[in-house]
């Protein structure tokens, strides 16, 4: 049984891992034994995750490259990066993402539509750019998309468009990659209070309290970077061998 979990020797590249979901999938795969390569924008958030991850003798090793996901640029320099730190590529979490800006659609200033479809959408597509012509067969890509793929939000209709693109990108790619056995999964987080989601919608914990009751979550509670970690792990181990193309949900809910 812990084969299907089991990467020890394999490389995966992990965007948006200075904080957050990306760094609780950036630990995750490691203790799982993969080598990682940790992309932010912030040098300071990324060489503490992949010197937490190198202190633990037990998992796999890590490194740590600034990257721009919205740069195609950038986005080669990172598989290239992880090809000569660890030898090739065999997993790909585009999960770098999100907006601070919450404004009707009518109101939104055209310059952060521009700016979140490029840190959100085409960031896939110049991740799956770079990374598929280093990914051996058997590779594996996970997008983290969003409930707002599925449910529009007044004030986030940018974020919903671009989320929503993520979500048919990765259907798209399950077909056209599935001749190379490389298979295209996309992850739609539930509520995950990270620092960056308090800072996008003005809360401190003191408010997760009533928003829980509000939202009346049958799992009967919030959401945490485990929680997401834990189905990236399922989805490129062993166990996510007949899976792709699949936007799962993982929210606590219906």
């Known amino acids: 049984m812990q084969d299907l979990f089991d990467l020890t020797g394999k490389t995966a590249i992990v965007t948006g891992a200075g904080r957050g979901i990306g760094e609780g999938i950036a630990h995750c795969l490691a203790d799982a034994g993969a080598n990682v390569v940790c992309a932010a924008r912030s040098h300071d958030q990324i060489e503490r995750v992949a010197a937490a991850i190198n202190a633990n003798a037990d998992g796999g090793r890590a490194s740590a490259k600034v990257t721009n996901v919205a740069s195609q640029q950038d986005m080669d320099a990172l598989a290239r990066h992880g090809v000569d730190e660890f030898g090739g590529i065999d997993i790909w979490v585009n999960n770098a993402g999100g907006s601070l800006v919450s404004a009707p659609l009518t109101e939104l200033d055209p310059a952060e539509w521009d700016t979140t479809l490029a840190v959100n959408l085409s960031s896939v597509f110049y991740g799956v750019r770079a990374a598929v012509p280093h990914m051996k067969q058997g590779g594996s890509i996970v997008n983290t998309s969003s409930m707002a793929a599925r449910d529009p939000f007044p004030g986030s209709g940018h974020y919903s468009a671009a989320k929503a693109g993520v979500s048919m990108l990765t259907k798209t790619l399950a077909l056209e990659l599935g001749p190379q056995k490389i298979r295209v999964n996309a992850i739609l987080p539930g509520f995950v209070p990270t620092d ?59």
């Open 196 to 254: 960056t989601v308090k800072q996008a919608l003005d809360m401190n914990d003191e408010d997760f309290g009533p928003l829980l009751e509000q939202l009346q979550l049958p799992a009967g509670r919030l959401g945490t970077p485990r929680d997401i970690a834990a189905c990236v792990l399922y989805l490129v181990g062993a166990s996510g061998e007949w899976v792709t193309g699949q936007n799962l949900v993982v929210a606590g809910t219906v």
